[in-house]
Each structure stands twice: as structure tokens, then as C-alpha cells.
């Protein structure tokens, strides 16, 4: 196998610890957090690298990194078991002088400068594994050459009124970014960043050696590479997506994530064969309906067995909803137990809890309220309810 | 574990033309997500054994794409591991063996050289033909602790469930388990309570086995039943294990239809997928989830995942990435894979193959006890 220069690989930070997911990042990784029934979040962003003909992907990774890991394993899910190249796990490591955590975005990329320089790439594609998008890349690399630009940022148009929770681009008519404001108070433009940035090698280079020997910085591609590259005078350009895009970082957006995969014309369509997403799956048997099950506007997934009534529902592998159990609105992960006559509305029950028969989790959906403000209830991973008790909305519970 | 498997994909291929035309009988699929040889590689696989040999020699071309490289049996082994062995022909012996083994004896005469490179002591033959899930680390021990030559696994059946019966090759045992006769089903079986039947899956240990096949090659012989076990029976340790677990034999379409069926039964997928420590396991495919619609109605079924349901399924098989369009009723059905059934259509006991369509309105019928088939790639 010849060991050739790579014209491009991803950095995917799949580090983070997700505190805003509460209990569901309690002992996982946010991007190992279980989406979509089949899913884990990283899936999206390894499906997109492969699809964008990306063979090398540097996934870097710190919180609780086990079953992350044991997921990835060599990359064979997603075509990326490679004798040259392919998927890399990079966690922390101890150097001749000293060792550290990753302590920030760009500090994490900045020790792995030597696994970036094995593969002598042209360009680094930087990713987030925390992100439920299907996006080209190679559009965007294409663009990022055709305006001879050193740094270029993906931007997707946000209502107004979002814009203050993300970093806010301004451009001129050719796409050149001239102003980038993080969580601007009073945003001038609606182009949100999506985190995802090609960089030539050698400028990212260049600029991450120079922000390490800044004390002052926090080390953060949004809060201080970013502005100082754009303050050295360099080309950076905005690469406008558009379709869909949704960081799952909170409760609410994760269960709205997975509310979106549902209905006739759904915002997240998954079914699309030439865009399949990529996963490690189990060897489960086939799902199977009862005779009084009612199943409706939902996704159901391998191992399932349903008895009861699931309406609106994404469920995970090996669910089983006994009879006279009613779900709805919810979002029900790996080897969950509904058991008999127990009610669950707008949930997310984490893996293998059980809910004890007659139990009540959570409140019936208001349809006059928007998805997003919906209140979620989230039940944690092997939390057994026991029967007739109840769980009300915005209450997260967590193994004891 | 000191054992190798040995696999015969395509033996029982004239049982079922329909399924077999385009595939071996290893390749056929069942119950929404497997194929056949699921249960003989599973069964291996969770017995410990990781060198397997698979005996193919035409229509394999579904079978490779299936096995690939053996990853999802957990047998892609730097040692060991899935092994295909398609017939062959020497430079040197090519004229009278040369056309494609059709029996068992001259499946196994192709592939003395896999067995006798084996290190293991024992080789476990399996055919594909069973849908079982069973614990062959505990035949492997009987067969050694007892000193046999030769176990045959056996179920005890009656007679009476008449699907179970037929093309089977009977065991007469003394009350010591070991084989005094075995003989090809008869109607004098059929009057008997209960028999019992071979499974058609045999531990031999492996110098034994090499004997065998030396032995038939210098007599000329040609059923491995009839001319070998048949006539040692009463020198050599032949003796049965018997299976108490779910058995279900594939040896005409409509017991495949019933075999498909009787899944819908929870004692049955309890022993069959339900027992700890032993899944059935099956190739990966990348399908998202499957979508139940508004106005659908799912009643007492199997689905596998990528399936779109608008319309109404009930008492069916329904493997990956099926449609079954608005207002469409389906009723005692197995749809293969990609099978697309058309809005307001209406089935009764059909078998489709894989990517079958029915169009819009279109009503078919079969009958419980002779379901209707339609090939694959046929739109009606």
C-alpha cells in the first residue's frame, strides 16, 4: 500500500461532554448519544465524510471515551478500515515534555499537529460529532478552492431570532467574511456558523502554533483562531448550506431531532438510498406487532416488540411496549421497557430503563405549542420507575 | 473449541426450484432478515468454533455477496475464519471427477484436503436445510465423552404434522442413544406416534471421517446415508443427540411458508432468538428504521427495518425495505426484501420473492396450505 499524501482529511472533535443532555451524557460521550432508532450522533458526520470520498478521519475524543470507542472500533461501519489512512482515534497522550487534556476546540487539533503532518494533506476539513446534518463536503472543498481562501466556514441562514446563540458571520457581496461575532446581543446577519472549517494545512498550522503561544487565548476555533485570522487580513469565506441542520446539544433539540424523522414529508429524511446513513448494528431479531398494537406515524427498529399503543415515537433496538401501555411524542433508546397499562408523553427514556407498569411519565403534548418548546421529560439509562409512580415534565432523573 | 464446521450450502437444492433457481439453499431467505445458513454459522459460531468451511458449487453468487468476509459471524480470522470452497478442478485428475459433485459423498471427497489440514479433532457437518438454534458445544461433549465416531443430531417428531416429515431420514436408536438403522422416511413411519428424524447435522471426528472418505473412494460408493453410515452401523460408535429446542425443516414451499409462519408464534422466536449467550446472527445491511404511517394498521407481524407501511399488514413476514402502499391489505403474506406493493392491492398467502412489484389495485390469493409464489423481480 503506497503511503501517498492525502489532498484532504477531517478532524472530527468528538471530545465533549454534552451537559446540557443532562443524564443521557452521564457515562457516554454527547456524540455516542443513541439518535434515530439505528443511530448514534457521530454517524451523521462519519457518513458525510465518507460520502464526501474523505478516507482519513483523526477522531478526538476525551469524556468518557469507552463505548465511544468500542463503537468506532476499526471504522468498518463506515468504510473506514484503511491500511493507510482510514479512522483514528486520537485521545490525549503523554509527549517527551509533559501531558495534557485537550483543553479547548483548537488546543485539541494543536497536539495532533504530528498526525495531521503524516498524511501531508492539502486541506483539514475541522467537524463536530455532535451535529444531525447530511451535508457534501466536497461542495464545500470545491468552493473553498474557487475563492482561493484560507479558511473557510460553512454558514446556514438562521431566523433573527436564533441568531444571538450562535457565531454570526457578515459578508460582503462575494462571500469574504468581514465581521465574525460570537452570540452577538444584536446580530447584523443571520449566516450562523456550523463549526465546520477547511483550512489549507499549513495556514491552520501556522495560526494553531500561534494561538498556543498566545496565553491570553482560550484556545477556541469560534472565540479566538477564527477572529485572529480574519484580524491578520487573511481570506476567509462563508460556504452557505442549505438543507438540514441541527445541533443536538440540549434535551429539547435532541428530542426534536428525532420528532423531525417523522410524517409524511419529514424535515429528516433518513430513507434516502443515496445517502444511507452509516452504524454498528447488533444482530436482533425482527421487530414484531402484536395483535392490538397500534403503531402509527413512527419509527420502529430491530428487537422491538410492541403490545400497546406508540404514536409519534422514535424507538431504539429491543424496545418492548407491553400491553395497554400508551407512547407518544417520545423518543424511546435501546432495550427501554414500557410495561403494562404505563403512560409516557413527550419523553426521552434513556437505555434500558424500565417504566413500571402504570406508570405515568411526563404530560400530553399541547399541539399549540411549537416542537422546540415543547417540555421533555428525560428518564436515564437503567432507571427502573416502579409501577404507579409518576414523572413529571422537565423532571431528569438519573441512575442512582 | 476442537472442532471445524463444514457447511453444505447447496445439498436440499432441488427441494424448493421456486427459492433455489437463482440462489443455493444456504442463500434462501427467511424470517424478515436472515438467509438459511444464519443458523448453521450462528450455531457454530456460538459453540466456539471459528474455522468453517462452506461447501458450494453453483448459484453461489448470492451466498459470497451474503458471507463477504465473514465479519458479521465474527469469522474473519487471520486464523481460521470462513473459508469457501467452490468445486475445483486438478491439472492432473480433471476427466472423471470432473463435473460438479451433486451428492454429499462427492461434496466431501472435493474437500478432503480442507478437512485433513484442519488441526481440530472433531469436524461438524451441517446442511442448511434446518431452522434451529442449537447448543453444539453440548453435542461436541457428548460426542467425546461417549467416544463416538459419529453423533447425528435427532428430533423426535410426530408424524402427524405432516410438513415435518417428509425427505426425512429416520433413526432407530437402541435406549442407550446409540444408532442401530437409519432409513428414508416410509409410510410405516407415518403410523407411529413419534419418530425421529435426522437434522442433518453430524459431528465426526476427523481421522474417522478421512477414513469414510477414503473408504468410499476406493469402493465406488455414492450415498454417504446409504453406502457408509448405513452399512458401519454395527462396527463403528454411531450415536444420536437429541434436540429438544424448536425445529423446523425447509423441504418444499409450503413448508417454508410454514415454517415462516409459525415465527409469529412468541414460544417460537423465544427459542429460537430468544435464548441467552446464542443470537442468530445475519449479514448488516445499512436500512434506516422502519416507518409506520398514519393510517397504517400492523396486526400480529414480522417486520424488518427499511420498510415504509401506509396500509394494512397483518399475520405476515414483511423483510427489509417493503412498501406497502395506502389503502394496500396484506394478510398471511412473506414479502422479500424490496418487495413493493402498490396502493389499494390486496394478498392472501402470497410469497414473494425479492423485488417483487404489485401494482395498484392488484389481488392475489394463495391458500394456508399452498401459498401463492411469485419470482423474483416479477411485477404483476
Known amino acids: 500500500m503506497p503511503k501517498k499524501k492525502k489532498e484532504w482529511i477531517a478532524m472530527l472533535l468528538a471530545g465533549g461532554q454534552g451537559s446540557r443532555l443532562c443524564s443521557l451524557t452521564g457515562k457516554i460521550a454527547k456524540s455516542a448519544v443513541k439518535f434515530g432508532g439505528k443511530y448514534r450522533i457521530i454517524d451523521f458526520t462519519l457518513t458525510n465524510c465518507v460520502n464526501s470520498g474523505i478516507d482519513t478521519v483523526g477522531v478526538l475524543t476525551q469524556y468518557q471515551p469507552h463505548l465511544l470507542n468500542e463503537y468506532l472500533g476499526t471504522g468498518v461501519p463506515w468504510d473506514l478500515d484503511r491500511m493507510w489512512g482510514g479512522l483514528k482515534i486520537l485521545p490525549p497522550y503523554q509527549r517527551q515534555h509533559g501531558a495534557d487534556w485537550y483543553r479547548s476546540t483548537a488546543n485539541a487539533i494543536y497536539q495532533n499537529i504530528d498526525f495531521i503532518n503524516r498524511y501531508d494533506p492539502d486541506y483539514v476539513i475541522i467537524l463536530s460529532g455532535d451535529h444531525i446534518y447530511r451535508m457534501d463536503y466536497r461542495k464545500m472543498l470545491e468552493y473553498h478552492k474557487e475563492k482561493n481562501s484560507d479558511c473557510t466556514i460553512a454558514v446556514l441562514d438562521v431566523p433573527l431570532s436564533e441568531a444571538g446563540r450562535f457565531g454570526i458571520m457578515s459578508t460582503d457581496n462575494d462571500g469574504r467574511i468581514i465581521k465574525f461575532t460570537e452570540k452577538p446581543k444584536i446580530p447584523e446577519s443571520t449566516k450562523a456558523s456550523m463549526g465546520i472549517y477547511i483550512f489549507g494545512k499549513d495556514k491552520l498550522i501556522s495560526y494553531l502554533e500561534a494561538d498556543d503561544a498566545d496565553a491570553e487565548s482560550s484556545n477556541d476555533f469560534g472565540k479566538n483562531v477564527i477572529p485572529s485570522i480574519l484580524a491578520a487580513g487573511e481570506k476567509l469565506y462563508a460556504y452557505e448550506f442549505e438543507g438540514y441542520w441541527k445541533d443536538v446539544g440540549t434535551v429539547s433539540s435532541l428530542w426534536e431531532a428525532n420528532m423531525d424523522m417523522l410524517g409524511p414529508d419529514p424535515k429528516l429524511n433518513l430513507n434516502d438510498k443515496d445517502w444511507s446513513i452509516y452504524s454498528r448494528q447488533d444482530s436482533r431479531p425482527p421487530q414484531h406487532i402484536g395483535r392490538l398494537a397500534v403503531v402509527e406515524n413512527s419509527v420502529v427498529t430491530e428487537g422491538c416488540e410492541i403490545y400497546g399503543s406508540v404514536i409519534n415515537c422514535v424507538l431504539g433496538s429491543g424496545v418492548r411496549v407491553m400491553s395497554g401501555a400508551r407512547v407518544r411524542d417520545s423518543v424511546l433508546m435501546d432495550d427501554v421497557l414500557i410495561s403494562e397499562g404505563a403512560r409516557v408523553d413527550c419523553a426521552i427514556v434513556d437505555t434500558g430503563a424500565v417504566v413500571g407498569a402504570g406508570a405515568r411519565v411526563g404530560a400530553v403534548r399541547d399541539e399549540s405549542i411549537p416542537l422546540s418548546d415543547v417540555p421533555v421529560t428525560v428518564v436515564g439509562s437503567e432507571v427502573i420507575l416502579p409501577s404507579g409512580c409518576e414523572v413529571t415534565p422537565y423532571e431528569k432523573l438519573v441512575m442512582v | ?380
Open chain 2, 1 to 380: 473449541m476442537n472442532a471445524a464446521g463444514l457447511i453444505f450450502s447447496n445439498i436440499h437444492d432441488t427441494t424448493i426450484p421456486e427459492l433455489t433457481r437463482t440462489r443455493t439453499m444456504a442463500s434462501v431467505p427467511f424470517g424478515c432478515r436472515y438467509r438459511l445458513v444464519d443458523f448453521a454459522l450462528s450455531n457454530l459460531v456460538n459453540a466456539g468454533i471459528t474455522k468453517v468451511g462452506i461447501i458450494t458449487h453453483n448459484n453461489y453468487k448470492s451466498l459470497l455477496e451474503h458471507l463477504g468476509s465473514g465479519r458479521d459471524w465474527d469469522l474473519e480470522r487471520e486464523f481460521g475464519g470462513i473459508k469457501i470452497l467452490p468445486p475445483h478442478i486438478t491439472s492432473y485428475e480433471n476427466t472423471t471427477r470432473g463435473q460438479v459433485y451433486s451428492s454429499r459423498l462427492e461434496a466431501l471427497i472435493a474437500v478432503t484436503s480442507f478437512i485433513s489440514e484442519c488441526g481440530e479433532e472433531n469436524i461438524v457437518l451441517s446442511d442448511c436445510d434446518v431452522i434451529c438454534n442449537i447448543d453444539l458445544a453440548d453435542v461436541l461433549d457428548m460426542h467425546s465423552r461417549r467416544g463416538a465416531d459419529f453423533t447425528i443430531v435427532t428430533k423426535r417428531v410426530s408424524p402427524a404434522v405432516r410438513y415435518l416429515t417428509p425427505r426425512a431420514t429416520v433413526i432407530l436408536t437402541d435406549g442407550d442413544g446409540r444408532i442401530n438403522d437409519l432409513a428414508e422416511y416410509t409410510s410405516e413411519d407415518s403410523k407411529k406416534a413419534e419418530i425421529e428424524v435426522s437434522m442433518n447435522i453430524m459431528v465426526a471426528r476427523k481421522y474417522y471421517l478421512l477414513k469414510l472418505i477414503e473408504d468410499a473412494v476406493a469402493h465406488g460408493h455414492i450415498s454417504f446415508e446409504h453406502d457408509i453410515i448405513g452399512r458401519r452401523l454395527g462396527e463403528d460408535k454411531f450415536i444420536a443427540y437429541r434436540h429438544e429446542g424448536y425445529y423446523a425443516p425447509v423441504n418444499s414451499l409450503e413448508s417454508y411458508y410454514r415454517c415462516s409462519l409459525d415465527l409469529l408464534d412468541p414460544s417460537v422466536r423465544r427459542r429460537l432468538f430468544g435464548i441467552p449467550d446464542r443470537p442468530v446472527m445475519t449479514r448488516h445491511k445499512n436500512l434506516p428504521p422502519t416507518k409506520y404511517m398514519t393510517g397504517s394498521r400492523v396486526v400480529n407481524s414480522l417486520v424488518a427495518d427499511g420498510c415504509v407501511i401506509e396500509g394494512l399488514v397483518e399475520n405476515s413476514i414483511v423483510f427489509g425495505s417493503v412498501k406497502v402502499g395506502r389503502g394496500a391489505e396484506v394478510r398471511n403474506c412473506v414479502l422479500m426484501g424490496d418487495t413493493y406493493v402498490g396502493e389499494g392491492a390486496e394478498l392472501y398467502c402470497v410469497v414473494t420473492d425479492r423485488n417483487v412489484i404489485i401494482r395498484e389495485g392488484r389481488r392475489l390469493s394463495g391458500h394456508e396450505t399452498l401459498p401463492f409464489f411469485i419470482g423474483k423481480g416479477v411485477s404483476v
